[in-house]
T-cell receptor, first 113, second 117 residues
Framework: KQEVTQIPAALSVPEGENLVLNCSFT??????LQWFRQDPGKGLTSLLL?????REQTSGRLNASLDKSSGRSTLYIAASQPGDSATYLC????????????FGAGTQVVVTP | GAGVSQSPRYKVAKRGQDVALRCDPI?????LFWYQQALGQGPEFLTY????????KSGLPSDRFFAERPEGSVSTLKIQRTQQEDSAVYLC???????????????FGSGTQLSVL
């Protein structure tokens, strides 16, 4: 069974520092890997989607890499801001599923002014 | 609609009560998913619809959980005889096609937070 792990579980950084969030998965048979943001009491907002054939995706201050062979993805957030405080979840879409995303438990990020 | 809409946002139920949670997907989206998110955990898959057909219900935790999407748009997740362990956030998501393509995104609603006392 696919397992997704996110390390660290929580992270606190001062404003302006770069954030590095890690995600690992056990089975490389995936369609894609997605990074989501979740604010307290809210749903999930999709940040980046990396297809299995891609190595990275970028959107503004966000950059996500994917190394499918080693089962790893990293989300970089440059020059963090207090508004980046949220929980970040990664999820993989296995090739034997219909939209059955497999999520990690998330990394809770606090950016202090 | 502009996004996935879920109602109610919060539901408090007494143990043993039946509850119904509603999801309005993005108009025209073929696929609809229900996920359950326990506190401090990532969402866990419950069930999947393609139009009105329920193609996968392998994640439903017990036969007290039932989902339907009779006309291929709005979906309802029903929980009978609620138990304390049912307390969680229930998230609905939709996707344009079958949710199984490399470039296909799922769009999530804000969820319904269920508390069973």
């Amino acid at each position: 069974k696919q397992e997704v792990t996110q390390i660290p579980a929580a992270l606190s950084v001062p404003e302006g520092e770069n954030l590095v969030l890690n995600c690992s998965f056990t089975d490389s048979a995936i369609y894609n890997l997605q990074w989501f943001r979740q604010d307290p009491g809210k749903g999930l907002t999709s940040l980046l989607l990396i297809q299995s054939s891609q190595r990275e995706q970028t959107s503004g201050r966000l950059n996500a890499s994917l190394d499918k062979s080693s089962g790893r993805s990293t989300l970089y957030i440059a020059a963090s801001q207090p508004g980046d405080s949220a929980t970040y979840l990664c999820a993989v879409l296995p090739t034997d599923s219909w939209g059955k995303l497999q999520f990690g438990a998330g990394t809770q990020v606090v950016v202090t002014p | 609609g502009a996004g996935v809409s879920q109602s109610p946002r919060y539901k408090v139920a007494k143990r043993g009560q039946d509850v119904a949670l509603r999801c309005d997907p993005i108009s025209g989206h073929v696929s609809l998913f229900w996920y359950q998110q326990a506190l401090g955990q990532g969402p866990e898959f419950l069930t999947y619809f393609q139009n009105e057909a329920q193609l996968d219900k392998s994640g439903l935790p017990s036969d007290r959980f039932f989902a339907e999407r009779p006309e291929g748009s709005v979906s309802t997740l029903k929980i009978q005889r609620t138990q304390q362990e049912d307390s969680a956030v229930y998230l609905c998501a939709s996707s344009l096609w079958m949710g199984a393509r490399a470039n296909e995104k799922l769009f999530f609603g804000s969820g319904t937070q269920l508390s069973v006392l």
